[in-house]
């Protein structure tokens, strides 16, 4: 069965970076796009952007142009969201998913001194 | 960006009861390829979302026919007939026909 799994919850000091992983598995990765999406805490969702794990290819919502960087690394299935220059704005959960069909379980991303 | 905008915000409902909820968007969503990129997912308590319906009106493999999607350019509906407990949770509309894809503000589904 399809399956996305997202790394661990990170508490993260301001103005720091992270690098969240989102690791497929039970479906040829290079068959669905891996969009990014954010959930601030209570609120709706936003989406980031999306990566073509065969070309690389990126596309990024303006908004989060200068704040994520999306890579992937076929040989071991893996996508990658490096965020930089954390802020408590950046505090939320955020989701891989395979072209919104398939769905990671999401990180909390927590920045806090 | 697309505006998307779902009323109700949220709606207290019995089981059994059938429900609807708008999603209109500030831009035609009808793309190049003449397909219309609308579609329509549900966030129950403390999970991911999962989509239940894509390009309006089709749902997703193992999603029960009690759901249905509806309507074209900027006026959109999904109906749940007989709702059951299973279903409560935030519904969301997203668009993807323009980029940056957007979401509605979500129409939580509450038990009366």
């Known amino acids: 069965q399809v399956n996305l799994l997202q790394s661990g919850a990170a508490l993260v000091k301001p103005g720091a970076s992270v690098k969240l992983s989102c690791k497929a598995s039970?479906?040829?990765?290079?068959?669905?796009?891996i969009h990014w999406v954010k959930q601030s805490h209570g609120k709706s969702l936003e989406w980031i952007g999306y990566?073509?794990?065969?070309?690389?290819?990126?596309n990024y919502n303006e908004k989060f142009k200068s704040k994520a960087t999306l890579t992937v690394d076929k040989s071991t299935n893996t996508a990658y969201m490096e965020l930089s220059r954390l802020t408590s704005e950046d505090s939320a959960t955020y989701y891989c998913?395979?072209?919104?069909?398939?769905w990671g379980q999401g990180v909390m991303v927590t920045v806090s001194s | 960006d697309v505006v998307m905008t779902q009323t109700p915000p949220s709606l207290s409902v019995a089981i059994g009861q059938s429900v609807s909820i708008s999603c209109k968007s500030s831009?035609?969503?009808?793309?190049?390829?003449?397909?219309?990129?609308l579609n329509w997912l549900l966030q129950s308590p403390g999970r991911s979302p999962k989509r239940l319906i894509y390009?309006?009106?089709k749902l997703d493999s193992g999603v029960p026919d009690r759901f249905s999607g509806s309507g074209s350019e900027k006026d959109f509906t999904l109906k749940i007939s007989r709702v059951e407990a299973e279903d409560l949770g935030v519904y969301y509309c997203?668009?993807?026909?323009?980029?940056?894809?957007?979401f509605g503000g979500g129409t939580k589904l509450e038990l009366k």
């Open positions: 990566i073509n794990p065969n070309s690389g290819y990126t």
């Open positions: 997203l668009q993807g026909t323009h980029l940056p894809q957007t």
């Open positions: 998913t395979g072209d919104f069909d398939y």
């Open positions: 039970g479906y040829t990765f290079t068959d669905y796009y």
């Open positions: 831009q035609s969503l009808v793309a190049s390829d003449k397909n219309t990129y």
């Open positions: 390009q309006v009106s």
